[in-house]
């Protein structure tokens, strides 16, 4: 049986993400029930649904941060339990958490981005400020690495925690509703890098309520409902009351 929203005539790529059966449970009710799901390399998956509906829940499963209580998930072939190559996945929360200590500047943030490719102890090498430079360049901030990001808007943050995962360069890309809250101009700056990284192979996982710009880069959608998926496929274009302005 061939892969839901996979060309049974292409050869199959690598697995990223593979969930069998996943269940997952919190405060005691299950959120995710018997979730089959297999993103491939060079893939760009929107996870999508309602509020509720298990999506950052199946992200961060996929991920390992979230015990499954029932099934089997790998990252590449490896339980994440003992996945090592944490390098090859970047990580794009919702909002970035900034302490309430020392100020951090949007090059100290980004550059953080580095620290799965280092050695323990070495210095930042010329590699590695090449790659926050081009990050910092890429979403459009090189002109303020030195602002404190405190002092950023939410979409302006958001882009330094999409740099802070391209400074990193890996293999995949997973983000956990990279458009909410986010102003108009970050919106761009977000689809033309997207755009970057698909013409470039990667893979993308990026959780969504709507696609809006992102629309015609995403090449398959797997839309959950109450834990369960409904849809795996290609993108569904909305239609109804769903096709609203602001749904």
């Not at 049974?8 to 029930?33: H, I, K, N, W, Y």
């Not at 101009?185 to 969504?208: C, F, M, N, P, Y």
């Amino acid at each position: 049986m061939s892969e839901p929203g996979r060309d049974p005539e292409v050869p199959a790529r690598e697995a990223v993400f593979a969930m069998s059966g996943g269940r997952a449970d919190l405060d005691g009710r299950p959120v995710l029930r018997g979730v089959d799901v297999t993103i491939r390399a060079g893939e760009m998956v929107a996870i999508m649904g309602a509020n509720g509906s298990g999506k950052s829940t199946l992200v961060r499963a996929l991920l390992g941060l979230i015990p499954l209580s029932g099934g089997t998930t790998e990252l590449y072939g490896t339980p994440p339990a003992r996945f090592r190559d944490w390098w090859r996945i970047g990580y794009v929360p919702q909002r970035l958490s900034v302490g309430g200590g020392v100020p951090s500047t949007i090059r100290e943030v980004v550059a953080s981005g580095r620290i799965a490719r280092q050695r323990r102890l070495r210095p930042a090498s010329a590699a590695d400020r090449a790659a926050v430079e081009r990050a910092l360049v890429t979403v459009g901030l090189a002109d303020r690495a030195r602002d404190p990001v405190q002092a950023l808007s939410g979409g302006q943050q958001q882009r330094v925690l999409i740099a802070r995962a391209l400074a990193g360069e890996p293999d995949t890309y997973v983000m956990d509703e990279p458009m909410a809250g986010v102003d108009a101009d970050s919106q761009r700056h977000l689809a033309a890098t997207l755009r970057e990284l698909v013409e470039e192979g990667k893979t993308i996982v990026l959780v969504a309520h709507e696609l809006g710009p992102l629309e015609p880069l995403v090449s398959r959608a797997v839309v959950l409902a109450e834990g369960v998926v409904l849809h795996d496929g290609p993108p569904v274009p909305p239609v109804g009351e769903h096709a609203l302005p602001g749904h």
